[in-house]
């Protein structure tokens, strides 16, 4: 039950795009498409921005994007907005439990 | 609207005990599997137990297995977690949260926050 392995802190100016990234095993990333993304801002519980890798609940911008390769995900926000900044943890499903990444700081610039 | 209400956090010794309660509204509750996920003071999310939407599977991480318990009440529309032997490394706000399809967690309550500290 290891955490994933995220970017302690990106950064970016407004409009522009950032990437965080997520990286696992074979065991939980690379075996199922079941990433999520979450963004929490300050003392608020954690919102779902992205499941299943790619796929957006309704309610959040298309400028949140999700992808994955191998082990890897990826979480890419474009056109960067003030509001954008938070902490953003990714989090895999991996068979009778679920392990999150360590978290991302995005800080806008 | 779904909403998940936590309650139950506070201060309690070492090894001393605690009862979490979730409260679930804004949807069926008895149709859907549920987490208790938690967030230690500055720190990242953790995964702590699972339970079906029946009850009849649970799963704990094991940082907590032996000494925490989740249970379901489905007539009441609540989740319970029971913590026994805490620790100080227990420390952190515990969200109920709610596990959609797929095994996405698409809903969180706002958290109880559980301090262990003598």
């Known amino acids: 039950q290891s955490a994933l392995t995220q970017p302690a802190s990106v950064s970016g100016s407004p409009g522009q795009s950032i990437t965080i990234s997520c990286t696992g095993t074979?065991?939980?990333?690379?075996?199922?498409?079941?990433v999520s993304w979450y963004q929490q801002h300050p003392g608020k519980a954690p919102k779902l921005m992205i499941y299943e890798g790619s796929k957006r609940p309704s309610g959040v911008s298309n400028r949140f994007s999700g992808s994955k390769s191998g082990n890897t995900a990826s979480l890419t926000i474009s056109g960067l907005q003030a509001e954008d900044e938070a902490d953003y943890y990714c989090?895999?499903?991996?068979?009778?439990?679920?392990?999150f990444g360590g978290g991302t700081k995005l800080t806008v610039l | 609207e779904v909403q998940l209400v936590e309650s139950g956090g506070g201060l309690v010794q070492p090894g001393g005990s605690l009862r979490l309660s979730c409260a679930a509204s804004g949807f069926t509750f008895s149709s859907y599997e549920m987490n208790w996920v938690r967030q230690a003071p500055g720190k990242g999310l953790e995964w702590v137990s699972y339970i079906s939407s029946s009850g009849s599977t649970i799963y704990y991480a094991d940082s907590v297995k032996g000494r925490f318990t989740i249970s379901r009440d489905n007539a009441k529309n609540s989740l319970y977690l029971q913590m026994n032997s805490l620790r100080a490394e227990d420390t952190a706000v515990y969200y109920c949260?709610?596990?959609?399809?797929?095994?996405?967690?698409?809903?969180w309550g706002q958290g109880t926050l559980v301090t262990v500290s003598s």
């Open positions: 074979s065991s939980d990333v690379g075996s199922y498409n079941l």
């Open positions: 989090c895999s499903y991996a068979g009778s439990h679920w392990v």
């Open positions: 949260a709610r596990v959609g399809s797929y095994y996405r967690i698409d809903y």
